[in-house]
């Protein structure tokens, strides 16, 4: 019978071709402990979309012009990293104020959406109001600038044969909303004048087609 096999040799072999199983598992165990930490991580990442922060939304679809009650106006929380420079976040910074122009449902409303009384103060006096005026001719509207001062002349509507009047004199704009995306020509111009003016100029403009003069 032939000499038996080195058994090193065997050894030798053997080892080449058998999986290293301490080396498996301890491959496996630091895989696992790698897994684990990653998932420690992202869970202590800070949220990509920031944290939620509560701010004021329309409650529904709002025109321009209207002053806000609590009824259109909400808190809701949105993504601190989502949200417009100027969003309001409290409702007494809101409610009592006149919406600048045409909101929808769950728009976040900023300080550029609302007006309130400290800017009409400033622009027509202590008591000043803010006016809503739909032009006859829509396009005198892309003349104006906030800040302009102008005149209001009416005439009944429908009938052509009378002759304007003024309705309001020294009106100061304040805002003028932007041209519809959707098409259209309706704009509305937002006008302050002294209380007793305002009110006088609102209702006028209930049954008779205004236009401006600008100073």
Not at 101 to 124: W, Y
């Amino acid at each position: 019978m032939g000499e038996s096999l080195n058994p090193t040799l065997l050894n030798r072999i053997s080892h080449a071709v058998r999986p290293d199983f301490a080396r498996t598992v301890l491959a496996r165990r630091a895989a696992a402990a790698l897994l684990v930490a990653l998932a420690a991580i992202a869970a202590l990442r800070p949220d990509p979309a920031g944290t939620p922060q509560d701010v004021v939304v329309a409650l529904h679809d709002l025109s321009p012009g209207i002053t806000l009650t609590a009824d259109d106006v909400a808190l809701r929380q949105r993504p601190a990293t989502t949200l417009p420079d100027g969003a309001a976040t409290s409702l007494e910074a809101v409610v009592g104020a006149t919406l600048a122009g045409p909101s929808r449902r769950g728009e976040v409303l900023t300080d550029a959406r609302v007006l309130g009384s400290r800017l009409t103060g400033l622009s027509a006096g202590p008591d000043a109001r803010i006016v809503p005026v739909h032009l006859a001719d829509a396009a005198v509207a892309d003349l104006l600038r906030p800040g302009d001062v102008v005149d209001v002349l009416g005439s009944p509507s429908g009938d052509s044969d009378s002759r304007p009047r003024v309705v309001a004199t020294d009106a100061v704009v304040v805002l003028v909303s932007a041209k519809p995306a959707a098409g259209g020509d309706e704009r509305i111009v937002l006008v302050a004048l002294p209380m007793a003016r305002a009110t006088a100029l609102a209702a006028a403009t209930l049954v008779q087609s205004v236009t401006l003069t600008i100073h």
